[in-house]
């Protein structure tokens, strides 16, 4: 029920608009949302005069990397990946998180959202590392992969000769990668 109310509430917002602009977006709908123009949506706070902190929905300048586009993320998939609505800004950081790295490496959400994968692996890729080699090396040793992390973290890129989907490493931007 719950997953048909959002449906339709996205359609209503898509044909009122006529696009998705992240700063029409409702702030419970911003955060793992993807504008028309294929910029994702950021929640920010602002502070208020009167009040406490207010939240704002923007548009970062963040690409998406594939060709999704006025893309709401699903209930689903922000449960599955451990993620949070209210999430402001994004940050790296998560992934040294070993419950989070867990939840967002889990079957329920590597096979089923698309969308939050591609920016973790973003992320990940900041971080000098691919996503699919963490969450590979969680699979065998949880406690090994999470040291790994962190002290391929501190010391640079991680270079990886393994091809990774259609893309070599080289353009590991452009795709995100397979997670079997």
């Given amino acids: 029920m719950a997953l048909l109310l959002f449906l339709a509430f996205s359609l209503l917002l898509q044909g009122a608009f006529g696009e998705l602009v992240c700063e029409e977006l409702p702030v419970g709908m911003c955060s793992f949302a993807i504008s028309s123009t294929g910029k994702r949506c950021l929640l920010e706070t602002y502070a208020s005069n ?17 060709n999704m586009r006025e893309y709401i993320e699903t209930d689903h998939c922000i449960n599955a990946c451990g993620l949070d609505r209210k999430a402001v800004g994004i940050s790296s950081d998560i992934l040294l998180d070993p419950r989070f790295a867990a939840k967002i490496c889990s079957p329920d959400c590597s096979n089923r959202c698309p969308n939050i994968l591609d920016l973790h692996q973003d992320l990940a ?7 699919s080699e963490l969450c590979r090396a969680l699979r065998n040793s949880p406690r090994r992969a999470m040291s790994q992390l962190v002290s391929s973290s501190a010391s640079g890129p991680v270079v990886s000769s393994e091809p990774w989907g259609p893309a070599s490493v080289e353009s590991s931007a452009l795709a995100p990668a397979p997670f079997n």
């Fill in 50 to 66: 009167v009040g406490p902190t207010k939240f704002q929905c923007k548009t970062s300048e963040v690409m998406v990397n594939n």
């Fill in 125 to 131: 890729l900041v971080e000098g590392m691919l996503l």
